[in-house]
């Protein structure tokens, strides 16, 4: 199994561009999170997809961040327009279940917004 | 309040020492689950180990080893003859039957000195 791949590994853009991180989850996981990670705040939930839908999104810090989830296999967060402040690493995991399965995380996109 | 309380911000020991991760938990739920993970230098998360909160048995892999107490919420981990290869920051975990999400600790950043 390749694990959960996310791309890009690194993303450097200017304030107000739009970004665009990808994942692929592991096959037959029906659960894919994104979490974002910084020192201030620790790791975060953003949101998490069920089955392709996305069931809890009150982590998503505001209207400038979405996700989707088109199918089983690709899921993208778009962060339009981007600030400094959204300079973190973003992970995508994914798990057989939403409780008692543990989440397999990608490598991270290191995303940094000047 | 923080469900999820790892108090040692970093650690620092010498190659060949023991080192004993704190990870102290608050839920009331009566079915939860606790996971450990961890975070080397390059920055991705790895699944490290899973308990039920039915199984209070202790876990040997290797050199790691796991001390789940329910009468002291916590479930510590301890790396004997600790190597270079374990500097990491490693994060607790907790789920709950009833719930949605994962709450993480704030990690233990772990040095390991030559």
């Known amino acids: 199994d390749a694990g959960v791949i996310q791309s890009p590994r690194h993303e450097v853009t200017e304030m107000g561009q739009e970004v665009t991180l990808r994942c692929k989850p592991i096959?037959?996981?029906?659960?894919l999170f994104w979490y974002r990670q910084t020192m201030m705040r620790g790791l975060e939930l953003l949101i998490y997809?069920?089955?392709?839908?996305?069931?809890?999104d009150s982590g998503m810090p505001e209207d400038r961040f979405s996700a989707k989830m088109p199918n089983a296999s690709f899921s993208t967060l778009k962060i339009q327009p981007s600030e400094p402040r959204d300079s973190a690493v973003y992970f995508c995991?994914?798990?057989?279940?939403?409780?008692?399965?543990?989440?397999?995380f990608g490598n991270g996109t290191r995303l940094t917004v000047t | 309040a923080q469900k999820v309380t790892q108090a040692q911000t970093e650690i620092s020991v010498v190659e060949k020492e023991d080192v004993t991760l704190d990870c102290v938990y608050e839920?009331?739920?009566?079915?939860?689950?606790l996971f450990w993970y961890k975070q080397p230098p390059s920055g991705e998360l790895v699944f490290l180990i899973r308990r039920n909160s039915f199984d209070e048995q202790n876990e040997i892999s290797g050199r790691y080893s796991w001390n789940f107490q329910k009468s002291t919420s916590s479930f510590n981990f301890t790396i004997t003859a600790s190597q270079v290869v374990d500097s990491a920051v490693y994060f607790c975990a907790l789920s709950e039957r009833g719930g949605n999400q994962f709450y993480f600790g704030t990690g233990t950043s772990l040095t390991v000195i030559p």
């Open positions: 096959s037959g996981h029906d659960y």
């Open positions: 997809f069920n089955n392709n839908v996305p069931i809890d």
């Open positions: 839920t009331r739920d009566t079915t939860y689950y």
């Open positions: 995991a994914s798990s057989r279940t939403v409780n008692n399965s543990p989440l397999h």
